[in-house]
């Protein structure tokens, strides 16, 4: 049975026999490819380029201009997808990002130790305008950090966004009546003032991530690192300053990673570099990158403090924009 244009049924409908129906999703979330952007294609002796752009989040990403992704999700599928692909020989992660969560940083980035554990590949990680927090977590997973001079690097620290509204609630006569069992159960809430051992508490947490990335950080980078306190701070420092620092290895661009990361393999100069992307996204240079940025309507309009759903996650962030308090579930 074939039903087409406007239909209006009154009355009742008597239907006898077997009827079939079937319906078709427009869904786009297609498998990822290997698509070659640059070099002489000869099926073998390909470089991955994987990149990292936007908030890292363990959290589905949708709104206008995004397609939907979850970042950490999708960066495993590519990881998959390099793991049973044998013509891959080299990756460079294109890293532009603040940071994100705590936990979908380390994920990522167990996701690449991973890779280099089951394949043995060279990982070589490219900075680009911004590598901080999380995003410097994961680069300290490759073999090599390249940056650009003007890169901005570092961050290594870690935030938890709280807010205090209760007088802010008062004024507008809402007063909060929790109801709970644990007198901790509603620590960072913002319907109250935290008590000092409440802050002691979350402080204590911080410390033991922050404690995780220095740790990493430090092991990485072995004797290359200065033996600098303030690297650890949570400041943020341009391209060339962690080249004198030694959180990197080597000023430069995309270019001279890609290239870094074949010499490591032992790779022609002409060695195809390929991007992993689904079908409905755009690959032409090595450049391009799934649009994934959050906004959750038209009117982005969210109140610090008031997204209780998505409060408190500890970050690891670069923190500049006021926008990413929200975005990042902060």
């Known amino acids: 049975m074939r039903l087409g244009g406007n239909m209006g049924v009154n009355g009742q409908i008597d ?26 294609d000869c099926g073998a002796g390909r470089i991955a380029i994987v990149d990292v752009d936007g908030l890292i989040t363990d959290d589905v990403i949708s709104g206008f201009g ?14 998959r997808r390099i793991e049973d692909d044998s013509t891959i020989s080299a990756v460079v992660l294109r890293i532009n990002t603040p940071g994100g969560g705590v936990t979908a940083s380390d994920m990522i ?31 300290t997973s490759a073999d090599a950090l390249v940056a650009h001079p003007t890169s901005v690097v570092g961050g290594i620290g870690v935030i938890l966004n709280t807010y205090n509204m209760e007088d802010t609630l008062a004024q507008y006569n809402i007063l909060a009546t929790p109801i709970k069992s644990g007198a901790k159960i509603d620590v960072g809430t913002p319907q109250r003032m935290m008590e000092e051992d409440e802050q002691a508490l979350l402080e ?9 990335f220095i740790e990493r950080v430090q092991r990485t ?27 990197i290895d080597q000023l430069g661009y995309l270019d001279d990673a890609i290239e870094l990361a074949g010499q490591l393999a032992g790779l022609p100069s002409d060695a195809p570099v390929v991007l992993l992307r689904r079908d409905n996204d755009r690959a032409l240079s090595e450049f391009d990158v799934t649009p994934n940025r959050p906004m959750n309507s038209i009117l982005p309009l969210s109140v610090p403090g008031l997204d209780r759903s998505r409060l408190p996650t500890f970050l690891y962030l670069w923190q500049p924009e006021p926008r990413i308090v929200t975005a990042s579930g902060g």
């Open 15 to 40: 239907m006898k026999g077997d009827v079939a129906t079937t319906s078709k999703t427009d869904n786009t979330a297609t498998p990822v490819q290997t698509r070659v952007v640059d070099g002489v």
């Open 66 to 79: 995004s397609m939907g992704e979850n970042p950490v999700a999708l960066f495993r599928e590519k990881i």
């Open 109 to 139: 980035a167990h996701d690449v130790d991973r890779l280099k554990l089951s394949r043995g590949l060279p990982v070589v990680a490219c900075l680009m305008t911004t590598a901080t927090g999380g995003g410097f977590y994961l680069a």
């Open 204 to 212: 204590g947490m911080a410390k033991q991530f922050h404690d995780r």
């Open 221 to 247: 980078r072995g004797e290359r690192l200065e033996p600098d306190e303030s690297l650890f701070d949570g400041r943020v420092m341009s391209g060339q300053k962690a080249f004198d620092s030694g959180l």
